[in-house]
């Protein structure tokens, strides 16, 4: 554990992708964790490893307000403390049987986790709202050298096909960044279209200059 | 991880009706093998230059990197003649060999896993059933074990209370008998021969020895193959991928007793190609 760099909240999904009682897969930047949405539209997070035979809990599936691991239904709350044991109905799951609730907010349209409970809210980007997300195989500089980009507090600020847009970074590995692109609110679909062609336009640029250094 | 141990049991490498008389190379526990077949003689497997043992049986070809202290173990019930051989073929999962023998063994994931085929989510109780390691052959044995299935077998009109009982005769390899549906009194064999790749790559070669006279040979050997491929996508995303002999790292129940027994017997034998003994 790294409390300085644990203790701070990491762009992991749009919170467009995932839809009521869905659960997907995300990553922070040491361990693969699931994001899963409940049927009232709650947003939480845990580790991808349900505690009984390792399976990904991200290929789980969502009930009401509970997580559940597709392997064997074991059924999780918002707090990661297992409910139900399928095979032993009238079994009640010892407290000790947990899958690790981690931290998990939203803003801006971005769902936001911690791996420990940070003092302080996400950033917030007043005025924009999350665009699309995507894997860049580059460094963050990389990426901010290329785009021309301003570091801001948390993020990059850049002009992309004419607009204002601002890209949330998740390093996943040494050459691996998550990206969230941000942009104004009021942009008409024809300009978000043409924002995200320039985001990919950006992408292999970064990833060529990785490349070739 | 040293395979010491392992490296003197039998593992299949192949259906004996698909040899290549050219060659095919293959790996055991991590090492390069190539397996021939012969339009006159027997068949042969070869590594480094060096003949390795082999055994024809139950429709595979067999052998060992190492010197087997005993005979390829037999499956008695499997010898009588009314019963349907099905060799069904290969499946190359991601996972440790361990792995994917646990899973054969554990009935618990059949309603989330096999939905309306071998399990119903309606009916996910698992009753107690008996577990044990027979010293005197050397197996885990698990009997008595009951589930409530929709449709236990191709054979099967309806749901039934299916009886199982589950056989671990080598490191890799579990039997299965289970009831059969046009044969009460008779066991339904299904075993599940799997081929340890690396320690997180395998080949599993199903095999099955039936009283069934109506399926056609190909819905057999889809019913199978449609079961392993559910149970393919659980096996390639558990984490860590090599199976944890180490008890803290996963939470057992009442339910995994086989699973249980099998992990300690494989700790016993020192059997830990494709195990993980402490958390990482």
Redesign the interface.
């Known amino acids: 554990m790294d409390a300085e760099t644990d203790a701070r909240w990491v762009p992991v999904a749009v919170s467009a992708d995932i839809l009521d009682g869905t659960v997907a897969p995300a990553r922070l930047p040491r361990r693969p964790i699931a994001v899963w949405r409940s049927a009232s539209g709650n947003i939480y997070a845990n580790g991808d490893r349900c505690p009984h035979r390792g399976m990904r809990l991200s290929h789980g599936f969502v009930r009401g307000e509970t997580l559940s691991c597709i392997y064997h239904g074991w059924r999780f709350g918002t707090d990661g403390a297992c409910q139900k044991i399928p095979a032993h109905p009238a079994v009640a799951p010892p407290k000790t049987i947990n899958c690790g609730a981690l931290p998990a907010m939203e803003g801006n349209g971005v769902i936001w986790a911690a791996a420990q409970t940070p003092p302080d809210k996400p950033a917030d980007f007043a005025g924009y709202e999350a665009l699309r997300s995507l894997v860049i195989a580059a460094t963050p500089d990389a990426i901010t050298h290329a785009s021309d980009g301003e570091p801001i507090v948390g993020a990059t600020k850049m002009r992309l096909d004419g607009h204002n847009a601002i890209l949330l970074m998740n390093g996943l590995g040494p050459d691996e960044v998550f990206v969230v692109v941000l942009i104004e609110a009021d942009l008409s679909v024809p300009d978000r279209l043409s924002v995200s062609a320039a985001v990919e336009r950006l992408r292999r640029a970064a990833e060529t200059a990785g490349n070739a250094a | 991880m040293t395979a010491e141990a392992m490296r003197d049991a039998w593992y299949p490498v192949g259906l004996l009706s698909d040899l290549r008389v050219e060659g095919k190379d293959s790996l055991l526990l991590g090492q390069k093998i190539t397996v021939y077949g012969s339009k006159t003689g027997a068949p042969r497997v070869k590594s480094d230059g060096r003949n390795l043992p082999v055994v024809e049986r139950f429709g595979h070809l067999w052998t060992s990197l190492g010197t087997p202290v005993k005979d390829l173990f037999t499956i008695p019930e499997a010898d009588h003649p009314d019963r349907t051989l099905v060799d069904v073929g290969v499946v190359r999962v991601k996972c440790s060999p361990l792995r994917a023998v646990e899973n054969f063994l554990d009935i618990?994931?059949f309603?989330?896993?096999h939905t309306d085929i071998l399990g119903a989510?309606s009916h996910?109780?698992?009753s107690e059933y008996k577990v044990e390691i027979r010293d005197e052959v050397d197996e885990v044995w698990a009997t008595k074990v009951e589930f409530f299935q929709p449709q236990a077998a191709k054979s099967a009109g309806g749901g039934i209370t299916t009886e199982y009982m589950y056989r671990v005769p080598a490191p890799t390899c579990s039997v299965l008998y289970k009831t059969c549906p046009p044969r009460p009194g008779e066991w339904d064999v299904i075993a599940l021969f799997v081929q340890p790749l690396t320690e997180d790559l395998c080949d599993v070669w199903p095999w099955m020895a039936l009283f069934d006279d109506e399926s056609p040979i190909t819905d057999l050997i889809h019913f199978q193959q449609l079961i392993f491929l559910q149970d393919r996508?659980?096996l390639e995303?558990?984490?860590?991928k090599r199976l944890?002999l180490d008890p803290a790292?996963?939470?057992?129940?009442?339910?995994d007793l086989t699973s249980i027994a099998y992990r300690r017997w494989l700790k016993r034998h020192n059997y830990t190609f494709g195990a993980q003994l402490v958390a990482e």
């Open positions: 618990a994931h309603p989330f896993v989510e996910p109780e698992v996508s659980i995303n558990q984490i860590p944890p790292m996963e939470t057992p129940t009442r339910a």
